[in-house]
C-alpha cells in the first residue's frame, strides 16, 4: 500500500510516476515489475529494479518530489528531502540503459 497510496493521485494529478521498489522484498518487485507495466500507461508509471546503482542513478534525474517509504538513515546513496509538488505536463520517463 505504500507504493500505491500516493501513485494514485501523482497520476490523477496528471503527472508521471517512477516506482522502484525495494531489492530486499524481491517477491514484491517482482510481482510490481509484473504488474504494473501489465495494468498501467507505461508512458505515465515506470518500474525500476535494482539496488544501490539503480538508485543512485535515480537520484542523479531531476525530480520535482520524491516519496521515500522506506530504509534507515544511511541505508540510501545521499539523504532525500521531500521537495514542493510541481504540476506539469506529462514529461517522458528516463528510459532504461540499452541492454537492460
Known amino acids: 500500500m505504500l507504493t500505491f497510496g500516493p ?3 501523482a497520476l490523477a494529478a496528471g503527472n ?3 516506482i522502484k521498489p525495494s531489492e530486499l522484498a ?3 518487485s517482482a510481482l510490481i515489475a509484473e504488474l504494473v507495466p501489465r495494468y498501467l500507461d507505461h508512458e505515465a508509471v515506470a518500474v525500476v529494479e535494482g539496488a544501490v546503482p539503480e538508485t543512485t542513478a535515480l537520484l542523479e ?3 520535482d518530489f520524491i516519496f ?3 530504509g534507515r ?3 540510501i546513496p545521499r539523504p532525500l528531502g521531500l521537495r514542493g509538488v ?3 505536463p506529462r514529461r517522458p520517463l528516463p528510459q532504461p540503459a540499452s541492454g537492460s
Open 7 to 9: 501513485l494514485a493521485p
Open 16 to 18: 508521471t510516476a517512477v
Open 26 to 28: 524481491v517477491a514484491t
Open 61 to 63: 534525474q531531476q525530480w
Open 68 to 70: 521515500f517509504t522506506g
Open 73 to 75: 538513515h544511511g541505508q
Open 86 to 88: 510541481h504540476k506539469h
